[in-house]
């Protein structure tokens, strides 16, 4: 079946510091890939999205890129910002078949900036 | 602000009562999912509708039921409730219900079953 396996968190960084959070996926077909975000207390909200190989999604500094021969999609962003603490959901979503739109997500990763 | 209500907030209830959640999706949005985030099995797909209609089942309980209304909103019915089940109920919607579409999430109903 398929599945989203993302690096455990906790990940901790200092103001400015490089992101990256990795995500690699299992998937019959040809999936759209998701990365959304969870702030304290809220729901999940999309940050970026890409829907077909070697497509780059883009939001707020943050970027990844659909990568098919390795099966991957890392998140990743120059300069961290305090206001980025927050927890990251790498997902992905059939295209077609029965259980397209459904997403399966990676188990999160905690990002917590230190000013 | 997504669009998406969900209500209640919070439910605090005993183990063996039946409990339903409400979901209104964004304004225009036919698809509606319900996802529950637990500590130990994160966040996974229970049900998503279509305009009515049942379209997908995920991870779901047989003691969990939902619905979808003419007027699209929906209802998760959890009934013989075991502390198990305490966990955050996310309702999210999107509009064709569609692999690539943007799903906006409610801000979620945390049960607790005591």
């Known amino acids: 079946g398929n599945s989203v396996t993302q690096m455990e968190g906790p990940v901790t960084l200092s103001e400015e510091a490089f992101l990256t959070i990795n995500c690699t996926y299992t998937?019959?077909?040809?999936?759209?890939l998701f990365w959304y975000v969870q702030y304290p207390g809220e729901g999940l909200q999309l940050l970026l999205k890409?829907?077909?190989?070697?497509d780059k999604g883009s939001n707020k500094g943050f970027e990844a890129t659909y990568r098919k021969e390795t099966t991957s999609f890392h998140l990743e962003k120059g300069s961290v910002q305090v206001s980025d603490s927050a927890v990251y959901f790498c997902?992905?979503?059939?295209?077609?078949?029965?259980?397209?739109?459904?997403?399966?997500f990676g188990k999160g990763t905690k990002l917590s900036v230190k000013p | 602000d997504s669009g998406v209500t969900q209500t209640p907030k919070h439910l605090i209830t005993a183990t063996g009562q039946r409990v339903t959640l409400r979901c209104s999706p964004r304004?225009?949005?036919?698809?509606v999912y319900w996802y529950q985030q637990s500590l130990d099995q994160g966040l996974q797909f229970l049900i998503q509708?279509?305009?009515?209609?049942e379209r997908a089942k995920g991870n779901i309980l047989e003691r969990f039921s939902a619905q979808q209304f003419p007027d699209l909103h929906s209802e998760l019915n959890l009934s013989s409730l075991e502390l198990g089940d305490s966990a955050l109920y996310f309702c999210?919607?999107?509009?064709w219900g569609q692999g690539a579409d943007e799903q906006f999430f409610g801000p979620g109903t945390r049960l607790t079953v005591l």
């Open positions: 509708y279509y305009n009515g209609e």
């Open positions: 997902a992905l979503s059939e295209v077609y078949g029965g259980s397209q739109g459904n997403l399966i």
């Open positions: 304004s225009g949005d036919l698809s």
């Open positions: 999210a919607s999107s509009e």
């Open positions: 890409a829907t077909k190989a070697d």
């Open positions: 998937a019959t077909g040809y999936p759209s």
